[in-house]
Each structure stands twice: as structure tokens, then as C-alpha cells.
């Protein structure tokens, strides 16, 4: 599973290092962020480089919103996209060159960058990257650090715009540095209605009765630390990263407090012991769901298209359902995530780069990426249209969302996430005890990036 495109309610924490950074980078990001912290109690008088002939990056142009100030003539910009894009984000540009017709000359072109590798590449180099790009938000920390986000001219009116989430996402010390444009990166249950009444999909135990009685299965990827974070995130244990922006906290063993580590334990236990239950990948679920073996599901946007041709009219979506633990029904979470677009803010033509960035992410441009790519906008309006309120998918992914937390942990949760994962799966075919299963997860993920 792809982190870098998966990942709303919780404020944002630093996590320097996060898949794809190493300890050395993480140390480098963390010095960069008190440098920018530090740097933020300066004038905002644009200063320029030394030997660069670039602004600094950690100052705000005061004049950057200002129309009277822009510059004409030939304005030449370069966007950092998905290239599958391409073709909506030139209908986009378009409308945009109409917009501003007369004020300048503009010669825009897209460049095909995967989401996925946009942090690594602008990185590389700075001064070639793109003066607008995408990104997702598991990058912010790191592109936010190194100085390289322009902070937004007019964060109040995008604030107001888009979804308390996605702005947290987007944000640090309450200032906004890049424009959300999507709210879909999260998962939630698919179902097939031929099988399910609506309280069954309430409860996991609804699910697995109804599964059982049809003989067959629901499923879920509970091996991916990804998915697996379900089953913590609203339990009141807790998960995180240390201040040192490279170690994660988490006491998910611990044997006090009304849920104890071993009751979630025992609850996945009686999960993957269940016949009804299937662990299985995105494209397993998705083979299942096709030769009809598998009826319900946890997965995310991405794959709504498929089960709607599969399933036909029958075809539902819903938050995740709560499970039994401890003698009490709790709420699934989740991870959620979102798409940014931000500024270079070494761009040589950063006002109208901004203004472009607004343009591609904003009421409008949401609205019609929705349309044309099945993409869950983060602009309340486009996200309350009629439209996207005929769409199971996206009416479950936002009513997921006020139980879901933004993915920020260091590398080390990942893989003891699988272990454990995997040794539940088989049933704990070695009898350990839950306990001890539960310290030697917790012990893994707050584990230090030497080991």
C-alpha cells in the first residue's frame, strides 16, 4: 500500500521523518524547523538571497496578493502534476490565461510528476522544481521544513473554503502553506446491500453474522499498519511521534484504563478466527469482490468505481462500523489524508504562481476534478453539491473523517505492525500471550531508528 497517496480531525504533529526519510534527513528537517521557527519572529521585508537572487523562502512578501503589483509581460510557469491529469488540468489553465487575459503573457506548462516522488524531486533541487506542484500530505513536514512552501497571501478565504481538516493538514504555527484540493484519501466499508440490512453494517459482529449466514466472507487488509490503526485510533490510546521528530510514542500495551492493550488483541483475534473473515490486499479484495466470495469491505475511493461494477445497484458505502471490546462497542478509525498544491517559493514568479495554485484548487476546479476524476473535493461546497451527495463513496469517506487522525508516525511503525498483524491472521498458532504480543508491538514501533 502506497502511503504516499492514502492519509481528518486532529491538529497536525511534526514528523520529521516519515516513509521515505532517512534518520539523516529527519535530523536536517527537524534543525530546519526551528531555524523557520526562529526565523518567523524576523520582518516580513523580502530579503533577497545572498549570491542566489532568490527571496528567502521563510518570508512572507507583503505584497503578494496585490494585483497592482504583479508583473506583466512573458510569465513563464512550469506545474508539477500527475501526467493522467494533464488533460483536466489544461482545461484548468485555459480558463485561468481567460481570467487574467491582458495582465500578462503566460506560458504554462505541465510537467508529469508522480505524487508520490514530488518530495524527493523538489528537494533534489530546489530551483528546477516545478513553481506550482501536488503533492500529498504526508510531505508537508519535510517540504514545509526546507523552506520550499510559499506561505498562502490569502489563507483566510482558502481557510473558510475547505474542510478544518484539510487546512490542519496544510498548516504549522497557524500558518497556511499550501492549498488543499482533495479530502479522499482514507478508507471506510463497502458493502454489498443483496446481503447487508443497514444495522448490520453498523456492528463488525452484524457484518460477520450476515457474512456467515450467506457463506461468505468480508474483508480487510488488517497487515498493513495502515488499516490496522483501526482498531486503536478511537480506543483513547495513544500514537505518535516523539519530539525528537524521529521515534514514535505509543502505549498501546498498556494494562490500565477501561480498554487495555490485550482487550484490542483479543478483539482481532476473534476477527481473523472468524471464517467469515478474509485478509486480503487492494487487488485481492477487489478479485473477491468480482467472483462474489467477499461481500463487505474496508477500502478506500479508489476503488469505488469497480465495486459499482460489480455490485450494480447493490453497491453501498458507510463509515467503518464499530467492534466489540471490552464489553463495549467502539468506533473504528482511521487514517485520512488529502492533496495539496503548493507554491515554490524560490520561483522567480511567485505571485502568479500563487494565483495559479488558488485557480487549480479552487470552488470551481474542485468541482470539476470530481467530475471528471471521481475525486473527493476538500471545498465544503463542492463536497455538498448534489452530485456528491448521490455518491455512496463520498458520503462515507466524510462521515468517516470525524473519526479519523492525519498519518503522522516515523518509519519504525510499520513493520512491527505487520509482524503482529500477521501472527493474529494465523491465529496465534504459538499460544503467546496477548500481552506479551502487545509489548513486543509497542516495543517495536517506539523502538529507535538505530535498531
Known sequence: MNMSWKWGACALTIAAILAGCSSTEATETMETIRETDSQEQKS???????????????????????DETLESGTVPLTVWAEEDDFEMLEEMITSFQEHYAGQASFEINLMP??????????????????????????????????GVLEPVDNADVVSAANVPEAIAAASWHDTLYAFPYT????????????????????????????????????????????????????????????SDGVTNYCNWN??????????????????????AFSCNTDNDFITKVQDGSVIAGVSGTWNATQIRNAWGKDYGAVKLPTFTCAGRQIQMASFTGYKLMGVNAYSPHKQWAMKLADWLTNEDNQYLRFVQKNQIPSNLNA?????????????????????????????????????????????????????????TLTEGI???IAE
Open 44 to 66: 516580513e521585508t523580502t530579503e533577497t538571497t545572498e549570491g542566489s537572487g532568490v527571496s528567502d523562502p521563510t518570508e512572507v512578501s507583503s505584497t503578494s496578493g496585490d
Open 113 to 146: 510528476q508522480a505524487d508520490s516522488g514530488t518530495c524527493n524531486m523538489v528537494l533534489d533541487d530546489i530551483h528546477s522544481a516545478g513553481d506550482v506542484f501536488s503533492f500529498p500530505d504526508d510531505q508537508f513536514t519535510r517540504l514545509m521544513a526546507a
Open 183 to 242: 479530502a479522499d484519501n482514507g478508507y471506510f466499508l463497502y458493502y454489498d446491500k443483496t446481503y447487508f440490512t443497514e444495522q448490520d453494517v453498523q456492528t463488525l459482529d452484524g457484518l460477520l453474522a450476515a457474512a456467515t449466514a450467506a457463506e461468505k466472507q468480508i474483508s480487510m487488509e488488517l497487515n498493513s499498519g495502515w488499516y490496522l490503526y483501526a482498531f486503536f485510533g478511537q480506543t483513547g490510546l495513544e500514537l505518535g511521534v516523539n
Open 254 to 275: 498498556t494494562t490500565e484504563g477501561t480498554v487495555k492493550g490485550t482487550d484490542i488483541a483479543q478483539s482481532i483475534l476473534n476477527l481473523t478466527t472468524n471464517p
Open 383 to 439: 463536497a455538498s453539491s448534489d452530485a456528491a451527495a448521490q455518491i455512496p463513496a463520498v458520503q462515507a469517506i466524510l462521515e468517516q473523517s470525524q473519526y479519523g487522525n492525519l498519518q503522522r508516525v516515523g518509519v519504525k511503525y510499520w513493520d512491527p505492525c505487520t509482524d503482529f498483524a500477521n501472527i493474529m491472521i494465523e491465529g496465534n498458532p504459538n499460544n503467546i500471550s496477548l500481552q506479551q504480543l502487545m509489548d
Open 446 to 448: 517506539t523502538a529507535s
